[in-house]
């Protein structure tokens, strides 16, 4: 724990001091930020807590009784004491109203193994307890892509748009000469602003949404990120397999590993136990049931106890926890097939992505041509403005489109990674 702290505080100097973040810097960062990290402490000291409460069944075991009663009965001889010779060697009798304080003190020899069952299943529950944290965890990183690809993907438009901008202003000028010599007229030149106007509008929208991905991202990561800071472009390659190592795989064999120790618990409950105990103890009457006096006494001895009550229940118990165990494996055969499904859904996408983009520049180079050709058109007052603008709108629309593959690619590379939990590249793809 302190030394992923070390690492974050490390990592956020570095951030201050560069401005620029990659993915996997948000990842941890977003790991130790988040709220829930903090569980896994609280599920390790309660572990802690219950395994040192269950070791101290060992220790001896004192019990304190106090009893006041009053008995319909009490034992006496069934002699005639009106003979005068009886009456003389004949007690006192025992009075009904009698009281005891008792001390019991025990040590357990061997409790059949329960303690041992004990532990098991607090060791195997806080394991399950800390896998969920590690499973919520884990979707953080979903969460990060989502938000760090959202901000790539407008960067990539902010830089198009300026692009964009500066192409209209260079045609602005361009025809404002052409109106000027009389080869346009001033409806060419108010498409050409009608155009840049519309740049700007989507500047703007682009901009404030930018803020806001921004800021949920600083809010997940705790890092001071503004609005100058730079997120590095991963590189888009494939991970090494297609295996899936999800946390979720894990928690599934936790669960029936927690579900086994049970087993032991019933095992422990079908033996014996053997004990030590002493009994020191001070009444009316004492073990002497005929001495009607307060007296002090003790007791002790070896006691062995067997309950045989759980007999009953065995079978019932065995096959609730057989049943809870085939639940939890067609658990983990449904999330592995739905799992396989994302899988080959993301693999087709990456493909289908990498197809796309093989295509993506012949077009734009292809609409350029037509861009330069229409500019050299209306030069001769043979096109107007609003034609101009319409093929400056279709290259700027590919390239556009060439800028959404790529950035769709990266995310489709890293919801693969996600969907294996391989974030491992191979460099020879």
Known sequence: MKRTQIIFFLTMLTLQSHAQVTIEECYAAARTNYPLIKQLDLIERAKEFNLQNAGKGYLPQVNIVAQASWQSDVPHIPLDTSNPMLGTIMPDPVSKDQYKAVLELSQVLWDGGRIKSHREMIESSAGVSGQNVEVNLYHLNERIDQLYFGILLIDAQLKQNKVLQDELERNHKLILSYV????????????????????????????????AYIGMLGLLTGMELSMDTQLIKPEPVLPQTREI???????????????????????????????????LGYGRPGLNM??????????????????????????????????????VKVEKESFLANTMIDLVQKDNAVRSLYEQLSYDDEIISLLTEVRRASEAKIAFGTISGSELMRDLHAEQMAIQNKIMHETQLLMAIYNLRFITNDYQIDETK
């Open 180 to 211: 000027d010599n009389g080869i346009a007229n001033q409806s060419d030149l108010n498409a050409v602003r009608v155009d840049q106007l519309k740049a700007f509008q989507t500047e703007a929208g682009l901009l404030k949404t930018r803020e």
């Open 290 to 327: 005929l001495d009607d006096s307060f007296n002090s006494y003790y007791i002790g001895g070896v006691q062995l106890a067997w309950n045989l009550g759980s007999l009953y229940r065995l079978r019932d118990r065995k096959n609730l926890i057989s049943t809870n165990i085939e639940s």
């Open 245 to 279: 190592k999800r946390p979720e795989l894990e928690l599934y064999e936790l669960r029936i590993v927690d579900l086994n120790s049970r087993y032991s618990e019933i095992r422990s409950d079908l033996r014996p136990k053997l004990g030590l105990f002493l009994n």
